[in-house]
Each structure stands twice: as C-alpha cells, then as structure tokens.
C-alpha cells in the first residue's frame, strides 16, 4: 500500500529512558496494568521468558495473535546495580550489551525501558538508608555475599517506586532474592503483585545466565555436573532429604574443577536448611565456581512426610 493510511496498526515504539525525569513522563502515558521486569541487561533467553510473562500479565496477545481487549504495557529496567557486588566481585567485567538488549525488548513488544547511570540512580553515592533484608537475607548467597541482598532489596525498592507497576516479575533462578523480594513487599505493604517464571535451561541443562558467555568451553563442560547434581538429588526425593544431599555430592564430589559455595536443602521461603526427616516442600540449591565464575542454580524437592523413612 502507498500513499494511504495502513490498516495494520504501526508497531509500538519502544522508548528508553536515561534519567528518573524520562521514565516519570514516560510511565505516566502507559496503560495499567504496568508490569516491570527489573534485570542488569546481557540479557538472554531466561530474561526472554521473563518478558513474555509480563506481556501475557500485562494481558497483551503474543506475536501473530489478534490482540484482545484492554492491554497494559511492559517496562524493563536495565542497571548493573554496584550496591550489590562486592569488593572481589565481576562489577567492572559484568557485561554490558545495551544495543541487543534494546533489540531484544523491542522484538518482545516491550513499551519502555529504564536504562540509567549509576550516578542518576545513587546521586549522592551510595545511600545511607538501605533495606535489611532480615534473617533470610544471611543465608545461603547472604552468607557468601555479605551485603548482597541488602544491595539488591534496596535497588528493587527505588525500581518499584520510580517505575510504580501493578506486577513485578522475577525469575525463580535467583529464588532467595524471589523469597526476599515476596518478604519486602508484604511486609513493607508495597501492594504489587509478584510474579514468578521458572528457570530457563539451555539444551545441555544449564541455567542460562549473563555470566555464562565468561565460561570458556571445557569451563561449561564442568559446570554442567550442577545441573546434574541437582537432578540426581531430586531424583532421591522420595527417599529423604539425607539422599537428596548425597546423591547431589556425589555428582559435584566427581567434578573437582568445581568450587562449591553451598548445597543445601532448605526452606523455599525462610531458607533455613531442612532437618533430617523433615518432610514437605524444599528447593535444592547451589552456588559453585568454575574458574573465575560463580553460578547458582535451584530445583524444587518434595520430601516424604513421614519422620525416619530417611534410608
Ligand atoms: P539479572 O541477573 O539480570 O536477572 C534479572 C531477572 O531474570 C531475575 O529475576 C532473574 O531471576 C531472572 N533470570 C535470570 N536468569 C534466568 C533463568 N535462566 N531463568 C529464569 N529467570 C532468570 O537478578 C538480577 O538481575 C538483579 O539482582 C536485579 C533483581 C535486577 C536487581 O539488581
């Protein structure tokens, strides 16, 4: 067609805001219900399916379907947040790939997207007053990453308030910081919903994550014992949470590359460590190193029960 009005709608554009001021008009013209993804971008498919959750929450049809109805809008917020790295840790070599990124959102029928400085979002440096993310917050990656939650918690308050959405959506991956944020909401009565997507694994059974691109090939090779190891554990979950442990070892014990942080059994939303005999719902969770890279990874267990039927 020529010259004429279309009958297709034009695709919506995508806007990027750099600054508080920008994302403040720009959310303003959005259609609720306004679902944020928040992320620190290389994003890759485990994002993916984090931004195809928030269209279908925000009520939009997927590609090639007819739209129906009312829709909302989805915003995705791209920050390498410094409040939660520490010292020794990957904040200057985190990568950086904000062209694809937008490629991405745009292709997933994202409406806009925060991408600020560090100095917009921390302008007096780091704040004074940050969120203490309480008991759960020290287990686990708290007690690896001293300081870690209370990074992410307080980024992900200020994220809520700039970006004020009905949903926030976050990956079950990283379930201690799902469990944390669930907790600040509640219990802070922020009254956004929270929404969670399972892990997205890469054929070979690995969690993808953005620092999987440090991993050089035969790095990979190794890594791939944690998502075995966790299988192999979920695989004894109908014997006990002392078989779930050992098989998951065992796996990791045979792959001596592999520097393990923690494998535990716990709690999905206290974190506390499962007893032995105790029964019910647990996440089996790891942290573990392959050179210079940390990963973490998860699978829910449900345990028997019945006391002593451990064997
Ligand atoms: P980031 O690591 O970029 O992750 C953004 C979101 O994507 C998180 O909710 C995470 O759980 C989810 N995600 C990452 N890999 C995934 C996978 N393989 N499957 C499913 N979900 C996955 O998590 C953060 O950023 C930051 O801590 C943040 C919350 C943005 C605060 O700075």
């Known amino acids: 067609m020529t010259g004429g009005a279309t009958t297709q709608p034009a695709a919506a554009q995508l806007v990027l805001a750099r600054t508080k001021a920008e994302l403040a008009t720009a959310r303003g013209a959005l259609a609720a219900p ?14 993916r399916t984090l931004l195809r959750a928030a269209r279908a929450l925000a009520g939009q049809a997927g590609a090639g379907q007819a739209a129906a109805g009312q829709a909302g809008q ?4 791209i920050f390498v947040n410094p409040l939660q790295f520490g010292p020794s840790e990957d904040l200057d070599r985190y990568p950086r790939t904000l062209d694809e990124d937008l490629a991405m959102c745009a292709a997933e029928g994202v409406s806009l997207v925060f991408a600020p400085s560090a100095a917009e979002m921390y302008p007096a440096g780091p704040p004074e007053v940050t969120v203490d993310p309480g008991p759960a917050g020290q287990l686990l990656e708290g007690q690896f990453r001293p300081g870690f939650f209370d990074g992410v918690l307080t980024v ?9 959405p009905d949903v926030v959506v976050f990956g079950q991956k990283d379930a201690q910081q799902l469990a944390l944020v669930r907790r600040m909401v509640a219990d ?13 694994r890469d054929a070979d059974g690995l969690a993808t994550s953005s620092r999987n691109r ?10 791939l014992a944690i998502p075995r190891a966790l299988h192999a554990g979920q695989a004894r979950a109908d014997v006990g949470s002392s078989a779930v442990l050992d098989a998951a070892w065992q ?20 974190f506390t460590p499962v007893l032995p005999g105790q029964g019910g719902a647990a996440l089996l969770l790891t942290a573990a190193r392959v050179g210079g890279t940390r990963l973490i990874d998860n699978v829910p267990v449900v345990l028997p029960a019945a006391e002593g039927r451990d064997r």
Do not use: Q
Request: hydrophobic fraction near 55%; avoid cysteine; proline fraction near 7%.
């Open 251 to 270: 796996v990791l014990r045979a792959t001596p590359e592999l520097t393990v942080d923690y494998l535990a059994l716990a709690d999905p939303g206290t």
């Open 34 to 47: 306004v679902v944020l993804v928040p992320t620190m971008g290389a994003l890759h498919s485990g994002h």
């Open 74 to 77: 989805v915003v995705v917020s």
């Open 188 to 200: 802070m009565d922020l009254g956004i919903a929270v929404e969670s997507v399972p892990i997205a």
């Open 156 to 164: 992900v308050l200020k994220l809520l308030h700039l970006a004020r």
């Open 214 to 223: 440090y991993l050089a090939p035969a790095e990979r090779a190794m890594a």
